[in-house]
Structures are given as structure tokens and as C-alpha cells.
DNA sequence: GTTGAGCGTT
């Protein structure tokens, strides 16, 4: 959704879109929009987000009248470092609609790289993987395949934050918990990081710079240290009488509780399994 | 509270 209030794309009738790639998850529209305004007109800004959480996804369109301009964006913003980490911008080279768009135009032909101007290292990407959405119908198959194809490259650059939105993006099910639990190799540049200092900032400004929405915090965002030691004592009703027992996990059908640690043990723990 | 290759919404 564009965050001029219209719904959809407003027109991409003349607009060029730019794709703006490596961006911080608390980067909002508001942030990149007088950024990319100053270099010419922005017709739309949009980021897209998770539809569970509602977190950017780390990459941005952001929407030019003309395409001179959006050209001077990509060559001056392009390696920009905002918000303490850099940006990419290039040209879309897919549309909503999933064509082949070059500068706003849709284009069939291929040849091109999209006019990319400055070719950036050419990363090894792994995104070959099949985008079939029947994984809801094979979904085992592809899960053994999925793994065998871990084990051959050993090492997986994918990490959590396209994993769940893979899950919520073809069915909303979580696949399966064990393929991350198969092997993972981190990377060693978790540990980079590069120092920010306007995360205030990030929180109170919204995604929408069009239609400012009131701030998430409530005017006691302070922690509101309650004087009581613990909040589960200062509400007197409410609490099951049989759970002011930590060892209240399962009840047996009896109606007693099973969870006794044995205190005579027997032969035999129990028959469990 | 986390994450970091990539291509988009009423």
C-alpha cells in the first residue's frame, strides 16, 4: 500500500521504479522519501512489510516521475550509507505484475541487465530454488529435497528473516521446524555491526510520511517500574487457584496430579511412551 | 530484542 492513500500502485503509468536493496528493518518510507525527493520527484515510496509482524523486509520501491532522475538517485544514493548501513539502489527489474520492467518501461527483452549503470559484484545467489507455491501439496517431498540440498551446499546464507516470511508467504503454515535444525553454518560477519543512534528517531516517525500515524508508545512508554515486585501478585483474581503450583504441567484425567516427582520410586518410573 | 539476500501493495 503507498503511502499517499491511495490504494495500490498510484500510477505507473510514467514512473520509474527504484529498487532500494540493503536497507536497515527500522528504515521507514519517511526516511528514504526527502532523500530521494531531493534528487527529483518521488511519485511513491513503498517498503514492503510482513504481514504478520508488519517489519520491513530490508528493501524499499521508491518511485520516480522521470527517469533522468531516478538515474541520478541510483548513482548518488546507490552505496549511500543511511541509517549506518548501505544502501543499495538499482532499477526494478520486476514489477508488481511480475514483468520484466526496465526504467519504468515494461520490456520483454532480457538482454539487458536492467541499465544498471554501476555493476555491483555479482554475489553468488541462491534463490534458484524452485518458487513453485504447490509446497503446500508436495510440501514433504520438497522438504526432503530441501534437505538434501542443505547437506550438498553445507552451509545455508539464508537466515531468519526470510525464513518466516517464505512460511507466511506460501501458506501461512509453518513448513517445518527441523530444516533449520539440520545444519547451520553461521557466518562469520555475524558479528558486524555498525553503530546507530537513531532508533528514537525510527520509532516515532511511521512508514506512511503521507498520513502520519499516531505513535505505537503509549504515554507511558517508560517501563513504568510497578512498585509491586511482581505484576502477577497484584492481581488477586484471575489466577487459576491450581496454578500457584510451577509444577502444575499436566493434570491427569483423574483430576490429580501426575506431576508428583515420584517420591516413592518405584521399579519403574512409569509406562510413559 | 534477533535477522541481511533480494524485487512490490489496494
Same mark, same amino acid.
Not at 35 to 51: A, Q, T
Given at each position: 500500500?503507498?503511502?499517499?492513500?491511495?490504494?495500490?500502485?498510484?500510477?505507473?503509468?510514467?514512473?520509474?521504479?527504484?529498487?532500494?536493496?540493503?536497507?536497515?528493518?527500522?528504515?521507514?518510507?519517511?526516511?528514504?522519501?526527502?532523500?530521494?525527493?531531493?534528487?527529483?520527484?518521488?511519485?511513491?515510496?513503498?517498503?514492503?512489510?510482513?504481514?504478520?509482524?508488519?517489519? &520491513?523486509?530490508?528493501?524499499?520501491?521508491?518511485?520516480?516521475?522521470?527517469?533522468?532522475?531516478?538515474?541520478?538517485?541510483?548513482?548518488?544514493?546507490?552505496?549511500?550509507?543511511?541509517?549506518?548501513?548501505?544502501?543499495?539502489?538499482?532499477?526494478?527489474?520486476?514489477?508488481?505484475?511480475?514483468?520484466?520492467?526496465? %526504467?519504468?518501461?515494461?520490456?520483454?527483452?532480457?538482454?539487458?541487465?536492467?541499465?544498471?549503470?554501476?555493476?555491483? &559484484?555479482?554475489?553468488?545467489?541462491?534463490?534458484?530454488?524452485?518458487?513453485?507455491?504447490?509446497?503446500?501439496?508436495?510440501?514433504?517431498?520438497?522438504?526432503?529435497?530441501?534437505?538434501?540440498?542443505?547437506?550438498?551446499?553445507?552451509?545455508?546464507?539464508?537466515?531468519?528473516?526470510?525464513?518466516?516470511?517464505?512460511?507466511?508467504?506460501?501458506?501461512?503454515?509453518?513448513?517445518?521446524?527441523?530444516?533449520?535444525?539440520?545444519?547451520?553454518?553461521?557466518?562469520?560477519?555475524?558479528? %558486524?555491526?555498525?553503530?546507530?543512534?537513531?532508533?528514537?528517531?525510527?520509532?516515532?516517525?511511521?512508514?506512511?510520511?503521507?498520513?502520519?500515524?499516531?505513535?505505537?508508545?503509549?504515554?507511558?512508554?517508560?517501563?513504568?517500574?510497578?512498585?509491586?515486585?511482581?505484576?502477577?501478585?497484584? &492481581?488477586?483474581?484471575?489466577?487459576?487457584?491450581?496454578?500457584? &503450583?510451577?509444577?502444575? %504441567?499436566?493434570?491427569?484425567?483423574?483430576?490429580?496430579?501426575?506431576?508428583?516427582?515420584?517420591?516413592?520410586?518405584?521399579?519403574?518410573?512409569?509406562?510413559?511412551?
Amino acid at each position: 500500500m503507498s503511502h499517499f492513500g491511495k490504494s495500490g500502485p498510484p500510477d505507473i503509468r510514467d514512473t520509474y521504479s527504484l529498487l532500494v536493496l540493503n536497507i536497515t528493518f527500522r528504515t521507514t518510507a519517511d526516511d528514504l522519501f526527502p532523500l530521494f525527493d531531493k534528487y527529483g520527484k518521488v511519485v511513491d515510496v513503498f517498503i514492503p512489510r510482513d504481514r504478520r509482524t508488519g517489519d &520491513s523486509r530490508g528493501f524499499a520501491f521508491v518511485r520516480y516521475k522521470y527517469a533522468d532522475e531516478a538515474q541520478k538517485a541510483v548513482e548518488k544514493l546507490d552505496g549511500r550509507v543511511v541509517d549506518g548501513r548501505e544502501i543499495m539502489v538499482q532499477f526494478a527489474k520486476y514489477g508488481p505484475n511480475a514483468e520484466r520492467i526496465q %526504467k519504468g518501461r515494461i520490456v520483454e527483452t532480457t538482454s539487458k541487465e536492467g541499465g544498471r549503470s554501476r555493476s555491483r &559484484s555479482p554475489r553468488p545467489r541462491y534463490r534458484d530454488e524452485h518458487r513453485d507455491r504447490d509446497r503446500g501439496r508436495d510440501r514433504d517431498r520438497d522438504r526432503d529435497r530441501d534437505r538434501d540440498r542443505d547437506r550438498d551446499y553445507r552451509k545455508r546464507s539464508r537466515s531468519r528473516s526470510r525464513d518466516r516470511y517464505d512460511r507466511d508467504r506460501y501458506s501461512g503454515r509453518e513448513r517445518d521446524h527441523r530444516r533449520r535444525s539440520i545444519s547451520r553454518s553461521p557466518s562469520p560477519d555475524h558479528h %558486524k555491526h555498525s553503530g546507530r543512534g537513531r532508533s528514537d528517531e525510527r520509532r516515532s516517525r511511521s512508514q506512511s510520511y503521507g498520513s502520519a500515524s499516531p505513535a505505537r508508545h503509549s504515554p507511558n512508554s517508560k517501563r513504568a517500574p510497578s512498585p509491586h515486585k511482581t505484576h502477577r501478585g497484584e &492481581s488477586p483474581v484471575g489466577r487459576n487457584p491450581n496454578e500457584h &503450583s510451577p509444577a502444575l %504441567k499436566s493434570v491427569s484425567p483423574h483430576g490429580r496430579r501426575s506431576v508428583s516427582p515420584s517420591p516413592s520410586p518405584r521399579r519403574s518410573n512409569a509406562h510413559e511412551a
